[in-house]
């Protein structure tokens, strides 16, 4: 069994009508990981983009990017900078497609980038709104499978889920298949939870899969649109067995850290209880 890792949620706050506000919150988190020793980092969904979902796409297509564009090219610097391995979310172009993918990106901490996961599940309209994110977003292809990431200290076997994603148990057992880590970028309001569902949800996930799982949110709320949009997730770090490690308070809002073990073999997998 390998020794513990340090794994980071980074949570950012809303966006505003500064666009580098977020890349400021960012990169502050990030450095702060580091010198607190994480090898590994997870970021929210569309990491620096506005929450768009329920406007017409039309107007914001120009936000995607191709996976050599500059916020890719400045997340690998970033990572390379600290030494540390980055998971962020991206609008994602791709040749010879009408619409982007929400995917989730992996910066490694010598700057070199793979895509790691892109949202396959898109959810409808939120009640009262005309655009919901299948009308900014293509379906992602079958859900990815885990991926070495070589990190200062040792290496984690990780996937990913973006936000929607997380609710379909069969997306967990595709992404756990393998993996040490699953890392969930998530942003967006989820009115229909009552509180503690999110921690609740993201727990018994971790528990049935025997996997770690670490969820990075944004937070707050959005009026750069005109209109209030809330951010309902919440960063943590869970362990297989579905005790929360490490969980983000708005008090304290610093990255949360907390322990991954790499290269568990199955038969040392917390098991389910027998009653």
């Not at 690998?76 to 009408?98: K, P, Q, T």
């Not at 005309?130 to 009308?135: I, K, L, N």
């Not at 569902?197 to 750069?224: K, N, P, Q």
Request: charged share 20%; glycine share 12%; with cysteine.
């Amino acid at each position: 069994m390998s020794a513990p890792m340090r794994v980071a949620a980074i949570p950012v706050g809303p966006a505003g009508h500064d666009p580098d506000g977020l890349w400021r919150e960012v990169e502050a988190g990030v450095a702060e990981a580091a010198a607190a020793g994480a090898g590994l980092a997870i970021l929210p969904e569309l990491t620096v983009l506005p929450y768009v979902a329920g406007e017409d796409p039309a107007h914001w297509r120009h936000l995607a990017e191709p996976q050599d564009g500059l916020t890719a090219r400045r997340m690998g610097a970033l990572a390379r900078r600290h030494g540390i391995g980055l998971v962020f979310g991206l609008a994602l172009s791709e040749h010879g497609e009408a619409l982007p993918l929400n995917a989730a990106l992996l910066a490694e901490a010598d700057g070199s980038l793979v895509r790691i996961a892109a949202k396959r599940r898109l959810p409808p309209p939120l009640p009262g709104e005309r655009f919901g994110e299948a009308d900014h977003f293509r379906a992602g292809p079958l859900d990815a499978p885990a991926v070495r990431v070589k990190c200062p200290g040792g290496s984690l076997r990780i996937a990913a889920l973006v936000c929607y994603d997380r609710r379909f148990p069969e997306a967990w057992d595709a992404a756990s298949a393998g993996a040490d880590l699953v890392a969930v970028l998530v942003a967006g309001p989820a009115p229909q939870d009552p509180p503690g569902f999110f921690t609740g949800e993201l727990a018994g996930h971790a528990r049935r899969c025997r996997v770690a799982a670490v969820a990075a949110s944004r937070h707050g709320i959005e009026h750069g649109l005109g209109r209030p949009v809330r951010h309902d997730g919440d960063s943590l770090v869970v362990g297989p067995d579905g005790r929360v490690l490490a969980a983000w308070r708005p008090d304290a809002p610093s990255p949360v850290i907390g322990p991954v073990t790499g290269s568990l073999p199955d038969s040392d997998r917390p098991s389910l209880p027998a009653a």
